[in-house]
C-alpha cells in the first residue's frame, strides 16, 4: 500500500501532469462507452499518448479507475465548500445541487465503471466520508434559516442525488436537461415553503422519452 501511496504522490513534471490530465479524460469516455473491458491501450490511443505513458502512471486498469473516482469526489467535495461560502443558505444548496448534478449527469456513466471495480464499497465510503460533512452543513444551514424541512438529513440529499443522476445517466444522450424537471419537482418537496411551484422544465414528447428509455436499456444491457 504505501508503494502505491507513494507512487501517487511524487510531485509531477508539468508535461507529466498534462499527460496524467488527457489520459484521465480519455478513460472517463472509453470506459462509460465500452466498460471494464476495454484495456489501457484503448485509453492510450483516445488520449493520444503511448501505453508506456499509461503504464507510468497508472500500473492497472483499477489504478485509474480509483483515479477517475477520486477526481470526481474531490470535484463534488470543493462544490459543497464553496456552496457553503455563499450568504443565502438555500441559494447554496440550490447551486450546489444543480452543479454536482450537471457533472454527474454529464459523466457518461462512470459510476456504473467505477461500481464493477473490486474495491467500490471502500471507494464509495470514502467518497461519502469526503462529501458528506459539507453537505450536512448546507443542509444545517438551511434549516436553521427555515428554508428547509426539519425532517431532512444528509442522507437524503445524497439519495437525492444518486436518483436524479441515475436517469440523468440514461438519458443524456437523447433528453440532456431531462434531470432538472426531477429537482425542481424534489427542490419544491424540500422548501418550507413557497408562493407556488416551480417552473419545470419542458418534459420531451412522447416519442423523444421513448427513445430516451430504450437508450437507457441498451446502455444497461451492453455493461450487463
Known amino acids: 500500500m504505501s508503494t502505491q501511496t507513494e507512487f501517487f504522490d511524487r510531485p509531477l513534471r508539468a508535461d507529466a501532469e498534462r499527460n496524467r490530465a488527457k489520459i484521465l479524460a480519455a ?7 465500452q466498460g471494464l473491458q476495454a484495456t489501457l491501450d484503448e485509453v492510450a490511443a483516445a488520449a493520444g499518448v503511448g501505453v508506456g505513458t499509461v503504464y507510468r502512471r497508472f500500473p492497472d486498469k483499477d489504478c485509474l479507475i480509483g483515479a477517475l473516482f477520486e477526481n470526481g469526489v474531490d470535484e463534488i467535495a470543493n462544490l459543497a465548500s464553496s456552496a457553503n461560502s455563499m450568504e443565502n443558505s438555500w441559494d447554496a444548496l440550490v447551486w450546489f445541487l444543480e452543479e454536482a448534478l450537471q457533472r454527474q449527469c454529464a459523466s457518461r456513466g462512470l459510476r456504473e465503471v467505477v461500481a464493477g471495480s473490486s474495491h467500490t464499497e471502500a471507494r464509495l465510503d470514502q467518497a461519502k466520508c469526503r462529501i458528506a460533512p459539507a453537505v450536512e452543513l448546507l443542509v444545517e444551514r438551511a434549516q436553521r434559516d427555515g428554508y ?4 431532512l438529513v444528509t442522507t437524503d440529499l445524497l439519495i437525492i442525488e444518486m436518483m436524479i443522476s ?6 443524456s444522450s437523447v433528453a440532456p436537461d431531462l434531470w432538472r424537471r426531477y429537482l425542481s419537482i424534489i427542490l419544491d418537496g424540500l422548501v418550507v415553503s413557497r408562493t407556488a411551484p416551480s417552473v419545470l422544465h419542458e418534459l420531451p414528447d412522447e416519442m423523444l422519452m421513448g427513445d430516451a428509455f430504450r437508450s437507457a436499456d441498451r446502455h444497461a444491457r451492453h455493461h450487463d
Open 166 to 171: 441515475f436517469l440523468g445517466n440514461k438519458t
Open 148 to 151: 428547509v424541512r426539519d425532517d
Open 27 to 33: 478513460a472517463a469516455i472509453v470506459f462509460a462507452n
